[in-house]
């Protein structure tokens, strides 16, 4: 007698330790986005967001994060920082792309933050969720934590829970968004059929 077993789903590996997972948006579509500071960590990243899209299918978009002082309103420093940004891109991504080209296509994309920002120790979550938005990454891989990060579960259990001081609001409700609101007779207006 032989028995057959049916294959399982692949169940997700954990991610080593030096490896921060982020998820930004609730939907099961989106790519993976790898961000790498040029550290010793970036090749854990690599290799965890390379495991994944082989696992699940999903692309890779790799991310370089570059430090700059801003904007220049002179063109010829404007063309020399872009350079700049793009040398800087390019030697961040070199050791890791191969990892991750075997698992399939990459994109890739930077990420400049302020010179105030040590890449090493932290990411700016809103920067770092703007370039999750604009690139459509669902799940992001970092070698750092991010800074003000707060899953999208927390916020949405923090939202349903209905408790205004546990987000911090502390103005008291209105009473006709509430739908609770009398007229100068007395008779309640109640949402829509109030006239």
Same mark, same amino acid.
């Given at each position: 007698? $032989?028995?057959?077993?049916?294959?399982?789903?692949?169940?997700?590996?954990? %991610?080593?330790?030096?490896?921060?997972?982020?998820?930004?948006?609730?939907? %099961?579509?989106?790519?993976?986005?790898?961000?790498?500071?040029?550290?010793?960590?970036?090749?854990?990243?690599?290799?965890?967001?390379?495991?994944?899209?082989?696992?699940?299918?999903?692309?890779? $978009? %790799? %991310?370089?994060?570059?430090?700059?002082?801003?904007?220049?309103?002179?063109?010829?420093?404007?063309?020399?920082?872009?350079?700049?940004?793009?040398?800087?891109?390019?030697?961040?991504?070199?050791?890791?792309?191969?990892?991750?080209?075997?698992?399939?296509?990459?994109? &890739?994309?930077?990420?400049?933050?302020?010179?105030?920002? +040590?890449? =090493?120790?932290?990411?700016? &979550?809103?920067?770092?969720?703007?370039?999750? =938005?604009?690139?459509?990454?669902?799940?992001?891989?970092?070698?750092?934590?991010?800074?003000? =990060?707060?899953?999208?579960?927390?916020?949405?259990?923090?939202?349903? $829970?209905?408790?205004?001081?546990?987000?911090?609001?502390?103005?008291?409700?209105?009473?006709?968004?509430?739908?609770?609101?009398? +007229?100068?007779?007395?008779?309640?207006?109640?949402?829509?059929?109030?006239?």
């Amino acid at each position: 007698m $032989t028995t057959i077993q049916a294959p399982q789903p692949a169940a997700p590996s954990p %991610a080593p330790p030096e490896v921060h997972v982020h998820h930004f948006f609730l939907r %099961a579509d989106g790519s993976v986005m790898a961000m790498f500071t040029g550290s010793r960590a970036d090749q854990a990243v690599a290799a965890h967001a390379a495991d994944l899209s082989a696992r699940t299918g999903r692309p890779v $978009t %790799a %991310a370089a994060i570059v430090r700059t002082t801003g904007f220049s309103i002179n063109a010829l420093l404007h063309h020399a920082r872009a350079r700049r940004i793009q040398a800087e891109t390019d030697a961040i991504l070199a050791p890791v792309l191969p990892v991750i080209a075997r698992a399939g296509p990459v994109r &890739t994309t930077t990420l400049v933050v302020p010179a105030r920002i +040590n890449p =090493y120790q932290a990411l700016p &979550t809103d920067q770092v969720q703007r370039l999750a =938005y604009r690139t459509g990454t669902d799940m992001v891989l970092s070698p750092v934590p991010l800074t003000g =990060y707060t899953s999208p579960i927390t916020r949405r259990l923090r939202r349903s $829970t209905g408790a205004p001081q546990q987000l911090g609001i502390h103005a008291m409700a209105d009473p006709w968004l509430l739908g609770d609101a009398e +007229n100068a007779d007395g008779t309640g207006i109640h949402g829509a059929d109030a006239h």
